[in-house]
């Protein structure tokens, strides 16, 4: 009788410790989930958001001499001047939409893309400057990457308005050995829209290599779904409760040997 109530309490314990048996996996879809369609059109356009750095270079004469816009010099000395500092001056684009910055003070500059925004500073600098040429870039274009481990998520910085998926896969070292190459899920906010847009990726076969390619947006996140390691998982959160069900079978024993 001992040993069947034994049996039972372990049962018992295995579908209890079962409960939080891949408890970590986290943005988890149910099978009926419907994923949106992935994007056929890809756009390298970014739209300026609140929170971007901005960093830009103005040069006047059509691109001629650069302006070290803080010191208030142009023409070629200036532009010696500048180079020379290795300027990286940052403007953050605050939560009403402008940004301050050196001559122009605050200027209102979300939902413009990177283009649009060149040509209207260089049309507002050309009140203060011959043919003013603007180079702009956000420095802070960032997504979140989990490769599938628990441990090993980033934040990754976009160099460039075209960075696919493959490649930043390829930043964070690829996906985790216990991850499902079969399933990689991208999470997008589109404008005018409440919720995030959901696309599954399958770079397990070589006919997935399309959507590989798909271009990486700013503030996307990139998930890959970890292996359901069911039987590792239950055997960690029983092996406790196993060592001290064996340990009292012993004790018991022991007692009940010393009694005969």
């Known amino acids: 009788m001992f040993k069947y109530s034994i049996v039972i309490s372990l049962a018992i314990v295995a579908l209890i410790s079962s409960c939080t048996v891949n408890s970590h996996v986290m943005l988890k879809t149910p ?31 059509g691109g001629f001499s650069v302006i070290d816009i803080t010191s208030g010099t142009s023409g070629s000395n200036g532009g010696n001047i ?9 403007y953050l684009v605050q939560n009403d939409g402008n940004v301050k910055i050196p001559i122009l003070g605050e200027t209102p500059i979300t939902g413009k893309t990177i283009l649009e ?20 870039n956000v420095v802070n274009k960032r997504v979140i990457v989990f490769p599938g481990g628990g441990s090993n998520a980033q934040v990754v910085t976009l160099q ?51 959507d590989g390619d798909m271009v990486i947006l700013a503030d996307d996140i990139i998930y890959v ?15 406790p409760i196993i060592s001290l069900v064996s340990s009292t079978i012993v004790f018991y024993f022991s007692l009940r040997n010393l009694a005969n």
């Open 225 to 239: 779904e970890p292996n359901a390691n069911i039987a590792r998982e239950v055997l960690q959160d029983i092996s």
């Open 31 to 61: 099978k009926d989930f419907v994923f949106d369609s992935i994007p056929s059109v890809q756009s390298d356009q970014y739209v300026i958001t609140p929170g971007d750095l901005l960093q830009f270079r103005l040069y006047s004469n």
């Open 82 to 90: 500048a180079m020379a500092r290795g300027l990286s001056v940052s």
């Open 160 to 210: 460039n308005n075209t960075s696919t998926l493959l490649e930043v896969l390829a930043q964070v070292g690829g996906i985790s050995q216990n991850s499902k190459a079969s399933t990689i899920k991208v999470m997008r906010l589109i404008e005018g829209k409440e919720k995030r847009e959901v696309y599954k990726i399958d770079l397990s076969k070589i006919s997935g290599l399309p």
């Open 117 to 136: 925004a060149q040509s209207y500073l260089e049309e507002l600098y050309s009140e203060f400057y011959v043919e003013p040429f603007l180079q702009l």
